[in-house]
């Protein structure tokens, strides 16, 4: 499997890693490998729309047949090319964040090698994501893109990653996130190419505004600094 072994489960242990691994989540948003498992035990029906669409992309059948990976082995270059480009975003968006590319939970429920890289494919991408979006990693930040991920992909997990979010919310960033950036981010992920079709790391040396362009991306909305975290 894509960077972890396969375990394979029954209907009964499928349905108890799927409930078990919402609640958990739900309990500690902070559990990537958590979110991971329900993104995989739930997501198999979105994950093979997403791979028949790859399938009639040329860009997406490239990334299906070289199966690129986002890691530093891979990526590294984009701390080297110019400000204005979109890999130099990337890399200004991780290195001030101290995030690694290599610190995503392995694929361990998908039932074959092909739908294990798209699962992968759309956990490696969020990064990419949300330097394009201009969207923070803060809570709010992360449930606006769940919304944009739910509108690409249909993953049932994005919506209960946006139902558990908002539920932490206050009250000031419930107001702030349903006015300004639940509207935005459902026409965001609506306006935009079918983004996991996207062979990003081709695009690297290319301008930041230009690939936001090209792809119909919007970036997040400038609101009143009401100093929510």
């Excluded at 489960?9 to 948003?29: C, F, K, T, Y």
């Excluded at 975003?89 to 690694?100: E, I, P, T």
């Excluded at 558990?164 to 006015?179: D, I, S, V, Y």
Aim: proline share 6%; hydrophobic share 45%.
């Amino acid at each position: 499997m894509i960077g972890g072994g396969k375990i394979r489960l029954n209907r009964w242990q499928h349905a108890a890693v799927a409930v078990g691994s919402a609640v958990g989540a739900l309990l500690d948003p902070r559990r990537a490998d958590l979110i991971a498992a329900l993104g995989e035990t739930t997501g198999k029906p979105a994950f093979e729309r997403v791979l028949e669409r790859m399938k009639k992309s040329p860009e997406g059948r490239a990334v299906l047949l070289e199966r690129p990976r986002v890691i530093s082995a891979q990526v590294g270059h984009a701390w080297d090319l110019p400000a204005n480009t979109f890999g130099a975003a990337y890399a200004r968006f991780m290195g001030s964040r101290n995030f690694s590319p290599d610190d995503r939970p392995p694929v361990r429920f998908m039932e074959t090698e092909e739908l294990a890289y798209v699962a992968m494919r759309a956990r490696e991408v969020h990064d990419f994501w949300h330097t394009l979006f201009a969207l923070p990693t803060n809570l709010i930040g992360e449930s606006a893109l769940k919304v944009i991920e739910f509108e690409q992909m249909h993953l049932p997990m994005c919506l209960m990653s946006v139902v558990g979010g908002t539920a932490r919310f206050t009250e000031k960033q419930r107001k702030l996130f349903f006015q300004h950036y639940f509207p935005w981010a459902i026409r965001a992920g609506m306006q935009s190419t079918d983004l996991m079709c996207v062979y990003y790391e081709k695009h690297f040396q290319e301008d930041l505004e230009d690939v936001r362009r090209k792809w119909g991306i919007t970036t997040a909305p400038a609101v009143p600094n009401q100093n929510v975290p």
